[in-house]
Every structure is written in structure tokens, then in C-alpha cells.
């Protein structure tokens, strides 16, 4: 089955850009996904690209893609202390989601 | 108000006691998902249905049993056969058919066992 990989922890300062990073395995994987989720709730759609883009930009998220190497990353600009919580990276095969195990970010001033 | 609503918030199972989690939709979405997460894991498939009176195993089916008798509504049972049903139950629901598999989902059940 799919694997996918995250880093568990990644600290921030208010301000500054966070990157979290996710790799998988299998290269049929249609779509992407990165939901977050804040303590004790549910999982939000953040934003999600297609297989064949390598690049999709949100506002202060950015998503790239690079399907050689099976990396996704997520790039938040301006950080913000709202932005703390978990973000998990998910990837589509048919119908099923694989979920990395979860990346917490935490903002300090 | 569109979305995805579970009920209750916490549900608590005494050893032997089967448990429903609910689960309903408004979205009109044709596919529902059960999931379970645990500390520090990712969220792992329970079960999923893909059009109404229809269901399948997912990853960790074992110990727990599902219905879609209506669009709307996918409860979970927990059954006393899952010895560690401890964790946080997160219902989801796409449209369904290709291309159209983006899953959204619920606020969560979390059930602890007393």
C-alpha cells in the first residue's frame, strides 16, 4: 500500500514562512491533499493539487509538487499564531486517502 | 448550513457494550468514510460506502460494523469485539466518480472506555 512520510515537529516565528514537507511511494496517486487540524476538531481542507501540476499557490499557501522524487511540500507565507496545529498530508489512489501521520507546527512570537 | 455533523462529541463504552457513533450529511454527497485516529498516527480507513445500501472494508474493519441505508446517514458501530476502541472517529463524505473524490469531514467522536 501507500506510505507517507512526515516530520513530526516544526517550530516557527510569527512572521516568518513555514514549510512542511511529506513524501510517498506510489506514483499513480491522482490528487494531493493537505488538511489541518486544530485540537480536538476535525480535519480541514486546506488545499489540494492534481497530479499533473507541479505548482498551486492559495493566497499565503503554496503548494508544490515534485513527482520524480515524490515530494509534496506546503509553504505558508507570514505565519500567523492561528496557524498552529496539526497538518497532515494525504494522497488519493482510486478512491482511497493515505494520511502521513501528521506534522504539528507551533508559532511562537 | 451545509456539512457534515457527528454525534455525540464523547461517548463513553463500558467493557461489552456496543456503541453507534452517528454520522449525517447534507451536502448530497454520495460517498462516506469512517476513519480512526490516534495520537501521533495518521487517520486509518474503517470503512467506506461509495452509493447508498452499499459498503466495504476498509483497513481496520475488525470489530466494527457500518449501514447506508440513507444518503444522508452512515453510523458506526462499535462493536465489544474491538478490544482498544479508544481514539477519535472521524466521519468524511465526498461526491463520488472520478475526479470528484476531495473528502471533507466532520468535527469528530471521540470514544473512551471507562
Known amino acids: 500500500g501507500e506510505d507517507v512520510e512526515q516530520s513530526l515537529f516544526l517550530s516557527v516565528r510569527e512572521g516568518d514562512s513555514s514549510v512542511i514537507n511529506c513524501t510517498y511511494t506510489?506514483?499513480?496517486?491522482?490528487?494531493l491533499y493537505w488538511y489541518k487540524q486544530e485540537p480536538g476538531a476535525g480535519l480541514q481542507l486546506l488545499t489540494y493539487?492534481?497530479?499533473?501540476?507541479d505548482m498551486k499557490q492559495d493566497q499565503r499557501l503554496t503548494v508544490l509538487l515534485n513527482k520524480k522524487d515524490k515530494h509534496l511540500s506546503l509553504r505558508i507565507a507570514d505565519t500567523q499564531t492561528g496557524d498552529s496545529a496539526i497538518y497532515f498530508c494525504?494522497?488519493?489512489?482510486?478512491?482511497?486517502?493515505?494520511f502521513g501521520a501528521g506534522t504539528t507546527v507551533t508559532v511562537r512570537a | 448550513d451545509g456539512g457534515i455533523t457527528q454525534s455525540p462529541k464523547y461517548l463513553f463504552r463500558k467493557e461489552g457494550q456496543n456503541v453507534t457513533l452517528s454520522c449525517e450529511q447534507n451536502?448530497?454527497?454520495?460517498?462516506m468514510y469512517w476513519y480512526r485516529q490516534d495520537p501521533g498516527q495518521g487517520l486509518r480507513l474503517i470503512y467506506y460506502?461509495?452509493?447508498?445500501?452499499?459498503?466495504q472494508k476498509g483497513d481496520i474493519a475488525e470489530g466494527y460494523s457500518v449501514s447506508r441505508e440513507k444518503k444522508e446517514s452512515f453510523p458506526l458501530t462499535v462493536t465489544s469485539a474491538q478490544k482498544n476502541p479508544t481514539a477519535f472517529y472521524l466521519c468524511?463524505?465526498?461526491?463520488?466518480?472520478?475526479?470528484?473524490?476531495?473528502?471533507?469531514f466532520g468535527p469528530g467522536t471521540r470514544l473512551l472506555v471507562l
Open positions: 468524511a463524505s465526498s461526491i463520488g466518480g472520478q475526479g470528484q473524490e476531495t473528502q471533507y
Open positions: 506510489d506514483s499513480s496517486s491522482t490528487y
Open positions: 493539487i492534481f497530479s499533473n501540476m
Open positions: 494525504a494522497v488519493l489512489n482510486d478512491y482511497k486517502l493515505s
Open positions: 451536502l448530497n454527497h454520495d460517498a
Open positions: 460506502s461509495q452509493i447508498v445500501n452499499d459498503f
